[in-house]
């Protein structure tokens, strides 16, 4: 049977598409490359409520820095509402004991996936005092919507 020239080409391109497609997949899924993108920090889920390393709040560092830890689960953030100071690096640790969830400051930089096993981290520094919404951008089931805290910026002291 003869294949004419042209359709030849398309019929090799095709097959070269499909093996990258199929490639990629599998060197996604083989190669566990879903991991948060800040840094790879592991924890255990099972224990991250009783961790003291994950007891969420905020912390003043001797240098001035601002460390908050937070922990994500169905359908909250823990603590629900964060207060920072205004003008200093202020760094986040995220991590949850359950399932997948976002972590976003509305309006800032701060966007971090947070995985089950994981520690997500991101330092930014809030410039413009006020109420900041913090919301979950990943679906994590029936109450995803209502999985919502609040980042105060106050211009003095946390
Ligand atoms: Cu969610």
Redesign the pocket.
């Known amino acids: 049977m003869k294949v004419d020239l042209y359709e030849k080409i398309w019929m090799w391109g095709s097959g070269v598409l499909i093996v990258v497609f199929v490639g990629s997949i599998l060197t996604t899924a083989l190669g566990r490359a879903i991991i948060p993108p800040s840094h790879v920090e592991t924890v255990d889920p099972a224990t991250v409520r009783t961790d003291p390393r994950f007891a969420p709040g905020v912390t003043e560092s001797p240098d001035g820095s601002i460390h908050v830890v937070s922990i994500a689960q169905i359908?909250a953030f823990l603590p629900n509402e964060i207060r920072v100071p205004a003008g200093r690096p202020v760094t986040f640790r995220v991590t949850t004991p359950d399932i997948l969830?976002?972590f976003q400051v509305v309006g800032t930089n701060v966007n971090v996936m947070v995985a089950p096993g994981y520690v997500s981290q991101v330092t930014t520094t809030f410039h413009r005092p006020g109420e900041y919404l913090i919301v979950?951008?990943?679906?994590?089931?029936l109450g995803?919507h209502l999985?919502a805290g609040k980042l105060v910026v106050t211009e003095g002291a946390p």
């Open positions: 359908w969830h976002g979950c951008n990943e679906y994590c089931g995803h999985m």
